[in-house]
């Protein structure tokens, strides 16, 4: 199934109730994520889920300037369990001290359904602070998700973080965006 060819649909087209469980599902990611709790975000996840933050090019018109042929990051399920296991080893310094984070999601667009597939638009400014550094990131982004409606509810199947910055300014992106 493609997930790029989702018509756009009404409002009145989608399951009464499936904006609130979209915006629901976001916003406990969101809690689980700023209260450390990978490994019940990781439950989120679909079986197929794929994370990718494409790079950004300024000098390409707006149209062009998302090149989805280059990423900073494009993770699977499987590479995120590395991820959290690593983080669990107490040797990945680049949360050594852990990140303090604050994620506020909003804008949230339910924008297309075929089948068992929901695609999402939505966006987030995440606060980032680590130990007694005085510094703190601010990353906004947008982000395009696809979900999938399972038996246990909405699952994340991709995400695809659009970030506002073309150069960052944060260390590293060890948090999930």
Known sequence: MSIDN???????DVDADLP?????????EAKLLDEGREEDWFQLLDDEFV???????ATERRSDEVNRRSYRVRDTKAHIRLRLDRYATGNAYSEIP?????????????EGVQGDVVRVSSSLLLYRQRGI?????????????????TGDGLKLLTREVILT?????????????
Do not use: K, W
């Open 20 to 28: 609130d469980r979209v915006a629901q599902l976001l916003g406990l």
């Open 133 to 149: 550094d005085e510094h703190f990131d601010l990353i906004p982004c947008r982000r395009n998700d696809t979900l999938r409606r």
């Open 51 to 57: 994370y990718s933050i494409p790079s950004r090019q």
């Open 98 to 110: 852990p990140s303090r984070t604050m994620r506020l999601v909003g804008s949230i667009v339910v």
């Open 6 to 12: 989702l018509d756009v649909v009404a409002p009145a």
């Open 165 to 177: 910055e073309v150069g960052i300014a944060t260390p590293n992106l060890a948090v999930f965006l």
